[in-house]
């Protein structure tokens, strides 16, 4: 079997096995026999699925990073766990970076990092707690993009996604008659305060951005009865880490003010931050000359700016001088990620895997 077929193979396999976040146990069971197989040692992270695994000699380590968990969606009617994501191409193309370097002289270590729950945005928080990048330079990501943003044979050196935050909060106040709204705390009123609120936070208009409420539930039980509890979630997002932590500051200023106008219990937590990406000009140069040695310049594109999120840039939060670059390959994909019906050309993960066997050998 050739290596394109193996890869197109491993694809086949994980497309048609996924798990879902902190689930992935199959998965990387499969995964420890494909290495087992081609005889690289690896280190299972344990307590949590994933591993690790790890070939050359000399000084240095660089690395690149795999997701392994699918979505939990309602396919044709039916809900269950699902590669719309192409967290399935994401390890078959590593895997085949890995089957191209396993007999080459390498002057340094490379990692290959397969990782949990990037779908939930905590699998690399966990994986960075057990030692994932440890001792690592660069660290490389691979991600398939829309075709809105690259089509099939471009490759973009950097993925730039923005910063995504979000918003639990809780109202409790008193029911009370709709005759007599005067007896009670209407925690309508209070969403609603907090609604507009939202909407007249102003940051810098250069700088995109956007906070939303996205889920309001407040039930008295019948019409004539004024709800004084409710629950309800926002979104906030930013291209930039700094614009997202000052969306968060004004907001949580706000809800508080709010609080002390209404005079009413009014608790809120954040929950799934997510960080925007922080790319390495040096990792994204490295990425560039890659992708010309390996498929020409001209199917080199520019970066890409995407408003979605992905946990891959806790690994820069977590070790800020880690340089790092997560690599964007064009497949025709359709009609987008996350669509229950998502599609793309498999013949894109061949050339992905040689561009990422290429950067992962060139000097840290």
Known sequence: MTVDEQILEWFDYFHEHPEISWKEHETTKKIASILDDLHISYRLFGDVPGLVAEIG????????RADID??????????????SCGHDANMSMVLGALLRLKDQPLAHKVRFIFQPAEEQGNGAVAAFEHGAVDGVSHLFGVHLRPIEELKMGEVSPAIHHGSAIFLEGEVRGTDAHGARPHQGQNAIDVVMAIHQMIKSIYVSPFEPHSAKLTKIVADGGSMNIIPGAATFTMDIRAQKNAVLNELRETIEQGIEAIKQQFKIELGWKWVDYTPGAEVSDEAAKMAEQAIIET??????APHVITPGSDDFHFYTVKKPELKATMIGIGANLAPGLHHPKMTFNHEALLDASKILATVLVKKP
């Open 57 to 64: 000699e000399g000084e240095g380590i660089v690395a690149v």
């Open 70 to 83: 699918a979505l939990w969606q309602e396919v044709d009617g039916e809900w269950k766990a699902n590669h």
């Open 295 to 300: 498929v020409g310049k001209e199917h080199l």
